[in-house]
């Protein structure tokens, strides 16, 4: 991995950075344009692997005045190597998902509306259908809640270690999200829009799962083989969806 040594560096470097700031503004504004964001609530991140540089929100920016100068840019250990703004307040546990989870290459935190319902209660989202499983491989986990002194020191980054626990026997591909107990979502994918896809994908199944318990309290998981079917169809060695 090559070490980016801050501004002035060469064209090549500045080139990749100006379009990695432009994936992650749209990204975040993304999730401005579904609705997935209350005034400054949320962010979204990409990294450049090759680079090991991180561009994210700064923390409280409106959405609505956001520009693509206004991204933080920082390595994996939270330095800052371009912006003179603060990074978002959680830019600790996404550099976390990314150490984690090398094969991810942006990371969404919202406080959507149904999705956070689901994380304040602690309860994962069950697949209760079809179009949950076009995205997630089963469930959408939760975490355990932090420790008092888990909150007390080293909150954001220890909100990423619970994340990664909690996939310890997880495929984070295939269940690109989770729920983080009493707090929120956090969603990633391959790239900055791939995680803003997924994040806004798993806000709709949060809604489609609560509003499916309403009607039936007592309504099942969707079946192993229907699962496995949309889940395989679409993201599988063999899968048929879309275009070639």
Known sequence: MNTYTGIGGDDETDMLLTELREAVLDANLE????????????????????????????SGVSYDTLKAADLVITDLDGRIVEGKLNPSSDVATHLLLYKEFPSIGGVVHTHSEFATSWAQAGRPIVCYGTTHADYFRGDVPVTRPLTVDEIQTAYELNTGKVIAARFRELDPVATPGVLVAGHAPFAWGKTAADAAHNAVVLEYVARLAFRSRLINPEVTEVSPALLRKHYERKHGPKATYGQR
Do not use: C
């Open 31 to 58: 999730l401005h344009r579904k609705g997935l964001v209350l005034y400054t609530f949320g962010n979204a991140s990409g990294i450049d692997r090759e680079q090991g540089l991180v561009a994210i929100k700064p």
